[in-house]
């Protein structure tokens, strides 16, 4: 409660107008407002400044083979470096958001029994390389592509 009353007053606008249920949006808009000094709905109408320049913006990139060997690879260097270790070092936070992501969830699922070692790893990789299809598809939006 106390963080809706902060919103509330550091920022009614945008209090008034958001979903207040949406629990990061509203910790986002607090931490702006409380680092800037300005109400995040202020930062958000904000236009952008006019440039004498035009920015061009690539992203590198790699076969698609050649990316899902090296996904592959890193995958198991990881497991040889103790992922599994550092993933039961870590159990006991398992429900935190950062640890919610590619290779912990895995190796949690794992420990609760849930799938054999193999079919983790082998999930790990599966979930690693969806992950760069998802961020390849969102370089394309805006970005040059460059092939390695």
Known sequence: MLRL?????????????NDLANHKRMMRALEVCLQTGKPYS???TQSSKKRDFEIQRY????????LFDRINRRVDQMMADGLLEEAQSLYQYKGTNALNTVGY?????YMEGR????EAVEK???????????QITWFKREYVEVML
Request: charge should be positive; hydrophobic fraction near 35%.
């Open 115 to 118: 799938m054999t070692m193999e």
């Open 59 to 66: 992203y590198l990139n790699r076969p698609r083979e050649v």
């Open 5 to 17: 009353a902060q919103d509330r007053h550091l920022d009614p606008v945008f209090y008034n107008t």
């Open 105 to 109: 969830k895995e190796m949690f699922d």
């Open 42 to 44: 202020e930062l958000l």
């Open 124 to 134: 790990i990789k599966v979930n690693t390389r969806r992950y760069a299809k998802r």
